[in-house]
C-alpha cells in the first residue's frame, strides 16, 4: 500500500504565494517520476509541473516562471512553490507519482487533493 498526502493548500490573494506539500508513505522500494496537476471547477484535469528522479522539471505554460517543483528523495517529498499567484490558478491540486513497491510492483499513484483559491 502506498499512499500520496498533499498540504498546504489555502486561501490567498492574488499576488500572493503557497507552497504545496505531497509525503510518499507505504511499501516503497523507488519513486520515479512525479507531479502536479489541477482541476478547477468545470475543468478537465490539466498537468502543472513534472519532476523526474534526478530533478529535471516541465511546466505547463501558464505558470511557468512562478511556480517551481521539486523533490527530497531522502524525504519521498515533493514540492510546488506557488508565486505570484492568480484567481485562474484557483482549483483543486492533485499530486501524482509513479512507485515502484518492495513487492516489487509498479503503481501509479494519486493524492487525494488540496484546494487552493486565490481571490481577493
Known amino acids: 500500500q502506498v499512499q500520496l498526502v498533499e498540504s498546504g493548500g489555502g486561501l490567498v490573494q492574488p499576488g500572493g504565494s503557497l507552497r504545496l506539500s505531497c509525503a510518499a508513505s507505504?511499501?516503497?522500494?523507488?519513486?520515479?517520476?512525479m507531479g502536479w496537476f489541477r482541476q478547477a471547477p468545470g475543468k478537465q484535469r490539466e498537468l502543472v509541473a513534472t519532476?523526474?528522479?534526478?530533478?529535471?522539471?516541465n511546466y505547463a505554460d501558464s505558470v511557468k516562471g512562478r511556480f517551481t517543483i521539486s523533490r527530497d528523495n531522502a524525504k519521498n517529498t515533493m514540492y510546488l512553490q506557488m508565486n505570484s499567484l492568480k484567481p485562474e490558478d484557483t482549483a483543486v491540486y492533485y499530486c501524482?507519482?509513479?512507485?515502484?513497491?518492495?513487492?516489487?510492483?509498479?503503481?501509479?499513484?494519486w493524492g487525494q487533493g488540496a484546494q487552493v483559491t486565490v481571490s481577493s
Open positions: 501524482n507519482a509513479g512507485v515502484i513497491t518492495t513487492r516489487p510492483r509498479s503503481l501509479e499513484v
Open positions: 507505504g511499501s516503497i522500494l523507488r519513486i520515479n517520476d
Open positions: 519532476i523526474t528522479t534526478a530533478g529535471m522539471s
